[in-house]
């Protein structure tokens, strides 16, 4: 049994984008223990979305490739969440690079890595036997994902005046973005119905209930989830994403075929 | 008379870990059967450690020229399943990862989710220290030079090191 091809993308996307997005502190990072930190955590999200495209690309054969996948599609034929798209900066800030925002980062990385940390033990019983594999290995690798993001978000929400200030700041930005999460695409429910798949509403109450108690922790106060529920992963992104493609995607596009 | 498949381990015990060349892929678990087809040709099957490691591209060239220099026809297959664990590391690379001076993994956690819900850095168990054996050690990162491994240091003896994550 094969996982259907729209959930091995969506799965591999979110992976790949917030992958180069965290990429992005590679040389800029606050400290260097973080800066080593965001790179490793890139490499092992790149290393999760190289799996899942080789598996899709072995579905969809006719010559796809990972690189194919990763590359030469454009935005709206990309499946991630909106929320991993987003820049490393709050809703008002001026320019993406000087206002980068090392709270927004952890709080997104948080917040995903609670999701999947929950949604790729459920997947481990996938009856896609390759999803089942990859699922198992990144559960490894996101549990230490979550373990940093949850040590900064304490960190920085029970740290200074400042430090708890841009922290609860960026939750109030990014948590209605987890609306998203809980909204089934067409091909979850495809993929709920054939087994291969996860139900998001089964993992939710635990992963409301982290959120909750790391919220605590930190001295932060959780923010409402609501208005806008964005579509990234039927296609309907925002613009950031695009700006994410040309960058990770010029090189390939200028030179197909490039190895070094 | 050895068989190409016996032939082939004996080879491959030589092929060091690109990142940490002090243990061999054998050791650390990397590679995990030599199987010889009807027609006489090998299936090297290795396990990625970390998904995005980056020694695995290095890893399957490695045994591919090692084998072909000797003449012997081989594929290299990559095996995700059973995920690859810490607690495949052999007694004696441990020892030698400690000589190197990397703390080896301690056991791997039953439960991924218990682990993650953990406070870091990992209650209960102390990594010791590979120069001075002291217990009174601290995390000061969780990530590393490489994704196998996290940064320590030594309050006694004051030295950084690295200690290979239980994983």
Known sequence: MKAPVEYLLHLADNALILGQRNAEWTGHGPVLEEDIALANISLD??????LLYQHAASILGNGATEDTLAYFRDSHEFRNHTLVELPHHGPLAGTAIADRDYATTIARNFLYSAFMLLLWEALQSSKDEQLAAIAAKSLKETRYHLRHARDWVIRLGDGTAESQRRMQAAFEHLLPYTQEFWTASPHEEQAV???TGVDTASIREAWEAEVDETLREATLVRPDAKGYVPRGKVGLHSEHLSYVLAEMQSLARQHPGATW | MTTATEQAWQLLEQVPDPEIPVVSIRELGILREVNESAGGELEVVITPTYNGCPAMDQIEHDVRALLQSHNLRARVVTRLAPAWT?????????????EFGIAPPGQSAA????????????????????????HNTTETSHFGSTACKALYKCLDCLEPFDHFKPY
């Open chain 1, 45 to 50: 999200l790149i290393g999760q979305a190289r």
């Open chain 1, 193 to 195: 119905r054939d087994g």
């Open chain 2, 86 to 98: 810490t607690d495949w590391i052999t007694p004696e690379a441990r020892t030698k990862l400690r």
């Open chain 2, 111 to 134: 439960s991924v989710v218990q682990f993650a819900r953990r406070r870091a850095p990992a209650m209960g168990e102390s990594v010791p220290c590979p120069h001075c054996g002291s």
